[in-house]
């Protein structure tokens, strides 16, 4: 079963923020998202986020923002 592209972002984005030792609040705040944002997105829930949050997400983890979605 594939995994959706939500779930994928979820894994990508806790996995990363966890590595660099953030809590959620700091990571928030880093990359100018509000914490809930964040927090929804590291559950897996179904949330349209606009691509330049996507793109801000990816700037702080250090990556390109495709690889937040393989």
Known sequence: MDT???Q???DNVRRARERSGLNQRDFALMVGV???IISAIEQGKEIN???TTL???A???G???WELLK
Do not use: A, N
């Open 59 to 61: 700037e702080g983890i």
């Open 55 to 57: 793109h801000r997400l």
């Open 49 to 51: 986020i606009k691509l």
């Open 34 to 36: 509000s914490r809930p």
């Open 63 to 65: 990556v390109e923002p």
């Open 4 to 6: 959706s592209p939500s």
């Open 8 to 10: 994928k972002l979820s």
